[in-house]
Nanobody
Framework: QVQLVESGGGLVQPGGSLKLSCAAS???????RSWYRQAPGKQRELVAT???????NYADFVKGRFTISRDGAKNTVYLQMNSLKPEDTGVYYC????????WGQGTQVTVSS
């Protein structure tokens, strides 16, 4: 059974930075990992994806500000978030794609002064 644990969320002022982590249990390598977010009253939306070969893709609203990366040895994916805006507020979830999708429990990010 795959388990994902996110961490790194918190309260930050506009213009600040946070780095989220998503650790996966088990020996799972070379699979596509993604970050999503969900703001209050809105649908969950894709933020960034990294494939097993390292190809990355970003939503337009985070391009140039967020960076997704992975540490294969630790089976962990990261989301470095810079120049944060109030509209980046939400619960951030990581997803791992195998035969089915696995989701973490989410970590809250609040951008506010």
């Amino acid at each position: 059974q795959v388990q994902l644990v996110e961490s790194g969320g918190g309260l930050v002022q506009p213009g600040g930075s946070l780095k989220l982590s998503c650790a996966a249990s088990g020996s799972i390598f070379g699979v596509t990992r993604s970050w999503y977010r969900q703001a209050p009253g809105k649908q969950r939306e894709l933020v960034a994806t990294i494939t097993g070969s390292g190809y990355t893709n970003y939503a337009d609203f985070v391009k140039g500000r967020f960076t997704i990366s992975r540490d294969g040895a630790k089976n962990t994916v990261y989301l470095q978030m810079n120049s944060l805006k109030p509209e980046d507020t939400g619960v951030y979830y990581c997803k791992l794609e195998l035969i089915r999708d696995y989701w973490g429990q989410g970590t809250q990010v609040t951008v506010s002064s």
